[in-house]
């Protein structure tokens, strides 16, 4: 089953958090690679730390909106920072300059020809 909905966090390397929504992981990682995103631009490398997946947009959307509520940034302080184990020290220019599968993440990749 394809899980075209996602919320992710980026840690920067200032140190900060990114949490992002995104119909298009792919496409929205490689436009926080080229500093087209505005709060990531000045801050590359960024590294993707943590990727939930969800099957119905309305869902993810209010998740991203709770992770960044006071409640919200406790939880994902305590639960979420923590790396998967996947993505243990993946920048976001390392996988787009490799071939890299992420086998938990399979949908994460679009389909070849």
Do not use: N
Request: with cysteine; charged share 25%.
């Amino acid at each position: 089953m394809e899980l075209p909905y996602a919320v992710y966090i980026l840690k920067c390397s200032t140190g900060q958090y990114y949490i992002g929504f995104t119909e298009d992981i792919q496409k929205r990682l490689k436009k926080h690679q080229k500093g087209e995103v505005h709060f990531t631009k000045d801050k590359l490398p960024v590294e993707l730390i943590h990727l939930s997946p969800f099957p119905d947009k309305k869902k993810a959307c209010d998740f991203e909106r709770y992770l960044k509520t006071g409640s919200g940034a406790a939880f994902h302080q305590k639960r979420l920072l923590k790396k998967s184990p996947a993505l243990a020290g993946l920048l976001i220019s390392e996988y787009f300059l490799t071939s890299l599968f992420l086998p938990e993440f399979s949908w994460f990749h679009s389909p070849g020809p």
